[in-house]
């Protein structure tokens, strides 16, 4: 006969051996867009101890509704190798567009994440760094039911050699060292610059040119980096966001050799 308080155990324990294999991380990614969960996997693939949080319940961030609710998003060239690496269909459209359905990417990119080693941890919301001999060195969670509610409850810390922002245009984990430390960014107004107006070809150079070092110890993804360092915004074309993600973990992973 089933038993209902095996079940919670099973539950309780399985979760807080994922949760405590994730407190010394290698690399600790903030946000499930598809600049995150592409990093997740390229530095899970690697052998690094990954884990990546999100504040909803749900993977994939503004990936899943395409353009304007439309759930088509759409790649260019120089992508499609890095789609395809995930078994995404591609739709060829004309020359230099193609398309992808959004839930197809979402669900394929983080079943392949999973698949390599990356710990997701959802509805966990990052609320402050830890901030160590001058650099970004872990992170402040706490559930995000608590934040969404403005229960008063304390947090718990990670430590991370690494962390990664990519939490899209908000871009929270610079935001929140600017705001606490004051800190100096790796930008040309030592601030966070701020994203620009739509211009999807520059956008999507800009992504991939604005995805590094932010400050020691954090890096940027996605929109994020167009936040921090001052880029184009894009709309659905999300090459530029997968080749971030690749890009990020390429050169994180570096700094851990
Ligand atoms: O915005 P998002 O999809 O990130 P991205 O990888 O991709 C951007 C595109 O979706 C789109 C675009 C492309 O044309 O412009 O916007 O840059 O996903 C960011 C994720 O981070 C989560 C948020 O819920 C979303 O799923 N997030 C944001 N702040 C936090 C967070 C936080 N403080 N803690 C945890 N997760």
Partial sequence: M??????????LETYMNKLKSALELDVAIVG???SGIVAGYYLAKAGKNVGLFEKKISIGGGMWCGGMMFN???????AKPLVEEFGVRIKKF?????????IEAVSSLTYHALQAGLKIFNLITIEDIVFKNGRVSGLVINWTPVDMTGLHVDPLTLHSRFVLDATGHPSNVVEALVRKMGMKLNTVTGGMVGEKSMDAHLGEMNTVE??????????????AAN?????????PIFGGMFLSGKKAAE??????E
Avoid: H, W
Wanted: no cysteine; glycine share 12%; hydrophobic share 40%.
């Fill in 2 to 11: 089933l038993n209902e308080v095996t079940i919670t155990k099973a539950i």
């Fill in 32 to 34: 499930a867009g598809p």
């Fill in 72 to 78: 088509e998003i759409v790649i260019q060239d120089a």
């Fill in 94 to 102: 004309e020359d230099g567009y193609y398309t992808v359905d959004s």
């Fill in 210 to 223: 604005n995805t590094r070092e932010a400050f020691p110890g954090l890096y940027v993804s996605g929109m």
């Fill in 227 to 235: 936040a921090t360092f001052g880029g184009y915004r894009m709309g």
């Fill in 251 to 256: 050169e994180i992973i570096k700094r851990l």
